[in-house]
């Protein structure tokens, strides 16, 4: 078994309104995959190609050896999946959810799920349709652990949640990745869980993969730039700037290829260095997709 | 062991500095002794809810700096360099000397008036001690 845990060679699909536009991704074994985009950016999409439950139109895509989708029913025994749309019975109990599942799945770890059933404060004797959203997607996320799965794909797993709830899933999910043969990949439009997280990091913009890159080197080169132009020098030429605002004689600039060497650029033409801010990851995100948007209009 | 590192996503400051900052300070205090085992990477990211590679980059810049040694197999160790703590004490004076010179010059202070702030700073310091011997 390669150390690869999911692999997307130029994968696309096409609908009537919506392109996946040749998507390549590697995600390594034991690491967490944060996947930010907005909605209808084709999140849900590449999940869904990941999982078998669409076919792609073109590309490959390998899940834990397996060729999806036509290999998925050997997949799916070691992916654990969670997302939005996913319904539990109503009429069912947690309990009767929770042996159904483990009559499926080889590897259910009942003492664990006994675990998860106190940490996540459920009653296994209530019936799903007197949960509330927050316990509903607590319900889900127990019954996709519960079986130990290689893979843990999640689709948007904090949305809706409150502070406290969030927090234990966030826990759970970090708890999980102890054991360096788990992986995680899961999508949010909530930055700051990604970025919390995170090994590495996804930007989906309008179908397209617009930056995949570990974590810590993406911060790293984004930066935000407050100079002071005096009114004899001119702007400075520096790499990878998305964004200049600001005035004339105060520009703010946003570059995604910061190094200390573009400071030295700024001093050399005359302009005065304020302020470097690091940036946070939605702030990263933002401008990124706003700048390919203005290059790039639909 | 670890609990009581707390890294905040709101201060600006980046989680691996936050990390590296809190681990030298236990050290420098010699509440991890010098020699001794500190968390593994994974446990350290388990416990403190941040992703492995965020404190794989705080371990890699600590053990660079030479606080820390990590032996292949066997885990991550306190470095056992006896000069350590004065060192780390140097940094840490180097980093609030930067930060104040930072601050000074955002509020438009002069070079001479930062100079005569930390001078006033020192004063202060020094009559402080003077009233405890006395009293």
Redesign the interface.
Known sequence: MSDICVRFTAVSKKYPHFLLDNISLELPAGSILGFIGANGAGKSTTIRILMGLVRQDSGAVEVLGHSMPADQAAAKQKIGFVSEDMRLYGAATLAWHMSFVASIYPDWNQAYADKLVRRFDLKPQQKIKGLSHGQRVKAALLLALAHQPRLLVLDEPTTGLDPVARREVLAELMAVLADEERTILFSSHNTLDVEQISDRIAFIDRGRIIDFADKESLLDRWRRLRLVVPATAALPHLPGIVEVGGSDRLPVLTTSQFDPSVLSLCTDRGATVQAVDTMTLEEIFVANVQSRRELQPA | MHSDIVVS?FS???M?LQIMDQIKQKIAVGDWAAGEEIPSI??L??SL??????VK?AYLELEREGVIVTQHGKGSFVAPDPALSPRLYEEELAQHLDRAAELGT?LGMTEKEIVHRLRKAVDQVSETRLEKENS
């Open positions: 996503q600006g400051r980046p691996y994974r446990q990211a388990v809810q941040v992703s492995v590679i965020t980059r955002s």
